[in-house]
Each structure stands twice: as structure tokens, then as C-alpha cells.
């Protein structure tokens, strides 16, 4: 059927890249953390995507959700207090979403986390 689509132009053939844009929504976040962690190894990622220690690309580094919780608890904090603390909103939910869905962050929240946590280093 596909086929014969195709051949009337009624579809386009599907390309690598929609193939590889499907499997990346269709992934998990610690698949795409391990595929981000792949690409930066091969050296494919662009040089603006920020290498830190606590992220590949705009993802968290495994162990750094953790810490970051150990931090939240031992304090009493909120993800809300956290994103106050480094000048955001504290209605900005992109921390609780990275926290608890994988999500990727924006480069200004991970300078800013960066900085947070070197300040809560000895916490």
C-alpha cells in the first residue's frame, strides 16, 4: 500500500531523518541522555550545546537529579524555591519537569543550577 502510494505521489518516501525523529520521541530520556552522552563522544554535537558537569547537551547528567534532590530535602525546598533562588519564577516549572520527566533544560537554567549547586556544594 505504502508503496503504491508512493509511486502515485500521493506519499513521500520517509527519509533517515524522519526515521530518527521518530525513534527520538519515541525514546525515553535515559535513551536520549545516552544518545546525546554517544553524540558528544563522536564529536557531532554543535560547539554552542553546553558541555558542563552536570549536563550533555541540555539534559542532566544522571547523577545530578539526585544531588539536586538531596539538596531540596535537606533544605525544605521546593523546585519553585530553587528556580526563585537563582532568579527565575518560582511558578517556572522546567526544573520539576527535568526532575521528574527527563526534560531538557534551558541554557540560562543550567548556568544558573551550575552556579546553585556549587554554592550548595557543602550541603
Known sequence: ???AAIAASLKKPRTRLHELKNSWRKSS???RRGFLAWLAAMGALP???PHTSITTGR???PATAPRINQIKTKRGMTTGDIMGEMGFSKLDAS???TLLNGHGLRLEVIEALEKWLAANASI
Do not use: D, K, R
Open 1 to 3: 500500500m505504502t508503496e
Open 29 to 31: 530520556s535515559s535513551e
Open 47 to 49: 560547539t554552542g550545546t
Open 59 to 61: 539534559y542532566l547528567l
Open 95 to 97: 526544573l520539576g519537569n
